[in-house]
C-alpha cells in the first residue's frame, strides 16, 4: 500500500516517524509492505551462521589495526550519514 505522506493522520505519521527514526515530509510518498520471512530448517540456519562467521573472520583478517577513537569517529560519521542532525554524546 502507498500513502502520500500529506495524506495520514496525525497518528498515523507520528507511528511512521517513530519506525524510520525521522520527520516525514509533505512531499514524500510512503510504501508499506510485509513480508514474510523465508522458513528455514534449524540445520540451514546454523549452515548460514557459519558461513558468516566465516566470512567475517576474513574480513577481520585484512582489517587495519587502529584506534578506539579512530573507531568512533568512522560509527560516528555512519551515523550522521543517516541522521544528519545526530551529535554523540561527550
Request: charged share 35%.
Amino acid at each position: 500500500m502507498i500513502h502520500k505522506a500529506k495524506d495520514l493522520s496525525p497518528e498515523q505519521k507520528v507511528a511512521i516517524e517513530s519506525l524510520l527514526g525521522r520527520r516525514v515530509l509533505d512531499g514524500e510518498t510512503i510504501s508499506v509492505r510485509t513480508v514474510e520471512p523465508p522458513s528455514l530448517s534449524d540445520q540451514q540456519k546454523r549452515e548460514l551462521a557459519e558461513e558468516l562467521r566465516k566470512y567475517f573472520a576474513e574480513i577481520d583478517a585484512r582489517r587495519q589495526p587502529g584506534s578506539a577513537e579512530e573507531a568512533e569517529d568512522v560509527l560516528t560519521e555512519a551515523i550522521r550519514s543517516t541522521r544528519p542532525g545526530y551529535r554523540p554524546h561527550p
